[in-house]
C-alpha cells in the first residue's frame, strides 16, 4: 500500500503544499500562484487541491499532513522575547498575538475542515523541515546539511547529517542571532521589504564597494573560529518591535533608512556590497567547520539564506565540499516539502533511493500544474484570441528562435510549473542575451521594476562551460558563475563617490550584455534535456539560428505579482506588457493580432508594487 503524505507551511509568508509518495515528490506548489496574491500566507487550501488531484487521490488515503513548523516553540520563542523586553514590545505582542495564539495551533482544524476526513495531523521542527527538503531529494547517499534562515521556532542556523533515511541534527544557533535577519536588516534599511527585497539586495551589491564592511564585523556581528556567530542586538529592533533596526544603527550607517521607492544612493549600493562580503564570509566558514566536523565531502543547503547565489557560488569554487545541491524552493515553502519527505521516511518509515543516474530527484523542480493542448485551446476559443497551433514541437521551437533572434520578447509556458521562486522555462518570459537592449527593455517595460537588476540566463548544459566559468550544472539557478574572460569587454572605471547608476546599467560589458552582471558575473540556469526537453529545444534551436547557446531568462510576471500559473495568468500578463509573442503548450498568439483589452490603463494600480 502507497503510503501518501501530505506537506503544507504556511501563516507567515509564501504557504505552500507538497505530496509525496512512498518517498517520491508527486506535486509541489505556493498558494500563492493560484490566489495570485504574491508570498500569500493564508491556509494553502488551493495548493493542498491542487496536489491531490495531481496524485490523483482522496483525502482519506492520506497517511498524515505534516505542518513544517510547531507553533508551540515558536509561541515560546515569542512569548519568552517579548516578555524579555517588555513593556517596550506590546507592538510586536500586537502583531504576533493573532498568528500563535489563533492561527497556527490550529493547523490540524483547518485541515480537518478543507479534507473532512480524520487524518493524523503531525508537526515538524522547522529547520528539521528545510534540512529534509534538501537532503532527502539530493542525489547524495551521505551529506551533510546546512540549514540558514531568519529563525524558525529558536533555531536560526543548523548543522546536520544525513544517510540514507536518517537525517541528524549536530549544533544550532538561535534566535536572536540569525544571519538572515542580519541580511534582512539591511535589505529593510537599504528601503526594500523584507523576505521579498533580499534579491534587490543581492542585486545592488556588485555595484557598491564593501567600505562598511568592517564596521559590521565590530559593531554588528561576531564571528568566532568554527564558523558560529553573536550579534549584537543592541542595533536592531526586531526584539522589540517591527522595525529591523533602530537609531543605534542609524547612526553607525550615516543617517536614516533610504524611503522606499527613493533615488538609491552610494551609500545603498555600498551597504549592499558590504553585508553580502560579510555573509559571505559566514557562509563559507560555517561550511569549513561542517566539513570538519562531519566528514561528509558534500553538502545540501536549505532556508532562505541559501537562495543567496552569490554566495552559493563563491561555496561551490572554493570547494570546501566536492559537491553541493541547494533545495530550489529554499525558503518557507520548501518546508512543506521538507516535512512531507521527513515523514514519510522517519515516521513511516519508508526507504530512501536515490538516483541511480547522479541526478537529483526534484524532477527540475517541475512540480506544478500542467495544461493540456485541449485545455488550452478551449481557453482561446472560448475567448476568441487568435493563435497558430503549431504541434510538432521541433517546428515550433524553430518559430520560436527565430522571433527571439529578431530580437522579439517571448511569454513561454510549457509543462508544468515550477517550485519555487525562479522561473525555469516553464514559465518564463525570454529575449536575446545577445541584444544590449534586452535588460532595459525587459526591466522597464516587461517587468516594471528597478533598472538595476540584472537577469539571468539559460543555457545549454552541455555548452554552459562555453559561456561561464561553472564546472558543474545548476539546473535551478541557484548559482553565480563569471562570465568567461574571453567574452568579457572592457568598461571605463567607475568615478570615485559617483552615485549615478544608469551609465552603469547601460554599459556593455561582454558579448551576452543582457545577462553580465557589473561584476562580469550571472546567475546560471543549465538547461539539460531530461529536466524539460521542450526548453532545451528551443535553446538548441536558437543556438542553431544563431550559434549562441544563451537566452536571458526571467520570471513570468510583473511587479508584484506572483509567477503565472495558468494560460489565463500568462495571457493577462502578456497583454497587459510589451511582450510581442506568447507561447501557451503547442500555441503562439502574436500581440499585433490580438484584440484589444477592455480593461482600463488602471491595470498596474492593483498590483501592489513592492
Not at 546546512?146 to 544557533?173: C, H, I, P, Q
Not at 537592449?437 to 533598472?451: A, C, G, H, P
Amino acid at each position: 500500500m502507497t503510503t501518501h503524505v501530505l506537506g503544507i507551511s504556511g501563516f507567515y509568508h509564501d504557504s505552500a503544499a507538497a505530496l509525496v509518495a512512498d518517498g517520491e515528490i508527486i506535486a509541489a506548489a505556493q498558494e500563492e500562484r493560484f490566489t495570485r496574491k504574491k508570498h500569500d500566507p493564508r491556509f494553502p487550501r488551493h495548493a493542498i487541491n491542487y496536489c491531490l488531484q495531481e496524485a490523483f487521490i482522496e483525502p482519506s488515503e492520506l497517511a498524515a499532513v505534516v505542518f513544517y513548523d510547531n507553533p508551540i516553540l515558536s509561541a515560546d520563542r515569542i512569548v519568552r522575547s517579548i516578555v524579555a523586553h517588555a513593556p517596550r514590545t506590546r507592538e510586536q505582542w500586537l502583531a504576533a498575538a493573532p498568528s500563535f495564539l489563533g492561527v497556527k495551533p490550529f493547523v490540524a482544524a483547518h485541515v480537518r475542515e478543507l479534507l473532512r476526513v480524520d487524518v493524523p495531523v503531525l508537526f515538524a521542527r522547522h529547520h528539521l523541515s528545510h534540512a529534509a527538503s534538501s537532503f532527502y531529494p539530493s542525489p547524495f547517499e551521505r551529506a551533510a546539511v546546512l540549514t540558514l534562515d531568519g529563525v524558525g521556532e529558536w533555531a536560526t542556523t543548523s548543522l546536520a547529517v544525513g544517510e540514507g533515511r536518517d537525517l541528524t541534527v549536530l549544533k544550532e544557533l538561535h534566535y536572536p542571532h540569525s544571519l538572515g535577519l542580519l541580511y534582512s536588516a539591511f535589505t529593510s534599511f537599504c528601503g526594500f521589504k523584507v523576505n521579498s527585497g533580499e534579491y534587490k539586495l543581492m542585486g545592488l551589491a556588485p555595484y557598491g564597494e564593501p567600505r562598511y564592511a568592517d564596521q559590521i564585523r565590530d559593531h554588528l556581528i561576531s564571528v568566532r573560529a568554527d564558523g558560529s556567530f553573536e550579534l549584537d542586538t543592541s542595533y536592531f529592533g526586531y526584539l522589540e518591535g517591527n522595525r529591523m533596526t533602530n537609531e543605534r544603527f542609524e547612526a553607525l550607517f550615516g543617517g536614516p533608512p533610504r524611503e522606499a521607492e527613493s533615488r538609491i544612493t552610494r551609500r545603498e549600493m555600498d551597504l549592499a556590497a558590504s553585508i553580502q562580503k560579510v555573509t559571505e564570509d559566514v557562509v563559507l566558514g560555517i561550511a569549513r567547520h561542517l566539513r570538519a566536523e562531519s566528514g561528509m565531502d558534500a553538502v545540501c543547503l536549505a532556508g532562505g539564506v541559501a537562495l543567496n547565489c552569490v554566495a552559493n557560488g563563491l561555496l561551490q569554487r572554493e570547494k570546501i565540499f566536492d559537491r553541493v545541491w541547494i533545495q530550489p524552493a529554499s525558503g518557507d515553502a520548501g518546508g512543506a516539502l521538507g516535512a512531507a519527505l521527513l515523514a514519510s521516511h522517519q515516521r513511516f518509515g519508508v526507504e530512501r533511493h536515490t538516483p541511480t543516474n547522479g541526478r537529483d530527484a526534484q524532477k527540475g523542480s517541475y512540480l506544478g500544474p500542467a495544461f493540456s493542448s485541449s485545455e488550452v485551446r478551449a481557453f482561446l476559443e472560448r475567448h476568441g484570441y487568435p493563435y497558430e497551433a503549431i504541434p510538432d514541437v521541433a517546428a515550433r521551437n524553430t518559430v520560436v528562435a527565430k522571433a527571439l533572434a529578431d530580437g522579439k520578447i517571448v511569454g513561454h509556458l510549457s509543462g508544468r510549473m515550477e517550485f519555487g521562486p525562479r522561473s525555469l522555462g516553464a514559465r518564463s518570459i525570454l529575449g536575446d542575451a545577445r541584444s544590449a537592449s534586452t535588460q532595459s527593455v525587459m526591466n522597464l517595460k516587461i517587468k516594471y521594476r528597478e533598472s538595476f537588476r540584472p537577469f539571468a540566463p539559460s543555457v545549454l548544459a552541455e555548452r554552459a562551460g562555453d559561456y561561464f566559468e561553472l564546472d558543474c550544472e545548476s539546473p535551478y539557478m541557484l548559482l553565480v558563475a563569471p562570465v568567461r574572460k574571453e567574452l568579457r569587454l572592457p568598461v571605463p572605471p567607475r568615478g570615485e563617490g559617483d552615485d549615478d547608476m544608469l551609465p552603469l546599467v547601460n554599459q556593455v560589458r561582454s558579448t551576452l550584455p543582457a545577462i553580465t552582471h557589473v561584476d562580469h558575473s550571472a546567475r546560471v540556469q543549465t538547461v539539460a534535456h531530461e529536466d524539460h526537453p521542450v526548453f532545451h529545444g528551443l535553446l538548441r534551436a536558437f543556438e542553431e539560428l544563431t550559434g549562441c547557446g544563451v537566452l536571458v531568462n526571467t520570471s513570468f510576471n510583473v511587479r508584484g505579482e506572483p509567477i503565472v500559473c495558468s494560460p489565463k495568468d500568462a495571457y493577462t500578463c502578456f497583454m497587459r506588457t510589451e511582450m510581442d509573442l506568447l507561447v501557451l503548450e503547442d500555441c503562439i498568439l502574436y500581440k499585433a493580432l490580438q484584440p484589444a483589452l477592455d480593461a482600463d490603463d488602471s491595470w498596474r494600480n492593483e498590483y501592489e508594487l513592492d
